[in-house]
């Protein structure tokens, strides 16, 4: 069972960048799809960006295309979510989350392990 243990949350004025890591321990970062997905205070928990297992494809929300980019080192076990531009509405805790499977999908529900979340606020 596949550990995961975000980092890199933090403060940051709104136009800066914040760079989220997510390391895996326990099992084969390969074998898993990889998602990034957020919850502000009083909003349900909404997908950001994910990846396919060996980096080809990757997927984002609307609200963060162009801006934040989702990549994987599968050597290291470790993903990472580049934040650039960032906006006041992006604050919110921001989850790693993997899936034992080929499919990419953006729903939370089809993701299996989680990590505990970094806080990310966005505020001048």
């Known amino acids: 069972q596949v550990q995961l243990v975000e980092s890199g949350g933090g403060l940051a004025q709104p136009g800066e960048s914040l760079r989220l890591s997510c390391v895996a321990s326990g099992g084969t970062l390969s074998s898993y799809v990889m998602g990034w997905f957020r919850q502000a205070p009083g909003k349900e928990r909404e997908f950001v960006a994910a990846?396919?297992?060996?980096?080809?494809?990757?997927y984002y929300a609307d609200s963060v295309k162009g801006r934040f980019t989702i990549s994987r080192d599968n050597a290291k076990n470790t993903v990472y979510l580049q934040m650039n531009s960032l906006k006041p509405e992006d604050t919110a805790v921001y989850y790693c989350?993997?899936?034992?499977?080929?499919?990419?999908?953006?729903?939370?529900?089809?993701?299996?392990?989680w990590g505990q979340g970094t806080q990310v606020t966005v505020s001048s």
């Open positions: 990846i396919s297992r060996f980096g080809g494809s990757s």
């Open positions: 989350a993997a899936d034992r499977g080929t499919v990419v999908y953006t729903t939370a529900l089809r993701y299996n392990y």
